[in-house]
C-alpha cells in the first residue's frame, strides 16, 4: 500500500524515506563524500572500521536493515548538492519474497527495527538537513511526516 500512497507523496517533497536496494538506481556523484570525508558512502560503510562488540551488534543486527534508509538520508543532505529522491512508477524489478509466515515476521522484524534506528540516526542528524541548502518543505517532510 505504501508504494501506492506513500512514495509518490514522498517524491513531491524529494525525499524518499527508503529506497529498496535490490531495486533502486543512483547516480555515482551522488553517493560520493564530501571533501571532509563525510557523506553517503562514509555512512554505507561505517560498519566496516569498527571493532569490538559494538561492531558485531551494529553489523549484525542495526546496518543491515538500515542502510537502504541512511543512504536515502544521506544523499538528500549532502551540503550544497542538492539531490532529490524520485519514485518512478513505471518501474520494474523482481526480487524474493517471504514463502513462510515465520521468513515474513523475520523480515517485518528486520524493516521495523531498520525503521526504528534510521528514525534516530536522523534525529541526531536533522541538523544536517538545514545546513544542506535543500528545499525546507523536503526538510520538514522528512523528519515530521513520514
Known sequence: MSYILDKPLES????ISVLPGAFSAYRYRALLNGPDGNGPLAS???GEAMHGWYAIFFLQFLLPSTIDRILCFE????KREGWILR???SAKAATDVPTTVPEFISQRRRWLNGSLVASFHSTIFFYRIWTSGQNPFACLYS???R
Open 143 to 145: 523528519r515530521f511526516v
Open 44 to 46: 554505507y560503510f561505517k
Open 75 to 78: 544523499i538528500v543532505i549532502k
Open 12 to 15: 513531491v517533497f524529494g525525499y
Open 87 to 89: 519514485y518512478v512508477k
